[in-house]
Nanobody
Framework: QVQVVESGGGSVQPGGSLTLSCVVSGNKKSTYAMGWYHQAPGEQRSRVAMTFSGDRTSYADSVKGRFTISRDNAKNTLTLQMNNLQPWDAGVYFC???????????WGQGTQVTVSS
């Protein structure tokens, strides 16, 4: 059974930084797409950053230059370095994973990020 577990959320002041981590376990197939989604209170979940096998990455315009996504395929981990956090970055961040030759999407339970002064 594939499990996706996030960690690293917390509370920071505007301008602060946080690093989110995601660990994938139980998968017998290699990971393909791995990414982070953000859900603010009362809003739909939206993609923040994505990385694909081959190290291709993409970012939402709102986080370009501030967030950096990286993955370690050997360890099945995904990281999101978030700098210069702003109040609108607050919410729950979810880790998203797909596997090669697997039609399923796998999600973590989410980790809370609070940005306030």
């Amino acid at each position: 059974q594939v499990q996706v577990v996030e960690s690293g959320g917390g509370s920071v002041q505007p301008g602060g930084s946080l690093t989110l981590s995601c660990v994938v376990s139980g998968n017998k197939k290699s990971t393909y797409a791995m990414g982070w989604y953000h859900q603010a209170p009362g809003e739909q979940r939206s993609r923040v950053a994505m990385t694909f096998s081959g190290d291709r990455t993409s970012y939402a315009d709102s986080v370009k230059g501030r967030f950096t996504i990286s993955r370690d395929n050997a360890k099945n981990t995904l990281t999101l370095q978030m700098n210069n956090l702003q109040p609108w970055d607050a919410g729950v961040y979810f880790c998203y994973v797909t596997l090669l030759n697997d039609a399923n999407d796998y999600w973590g339970q989410g980790t809370q990020v609070t940005v306030s002064s």
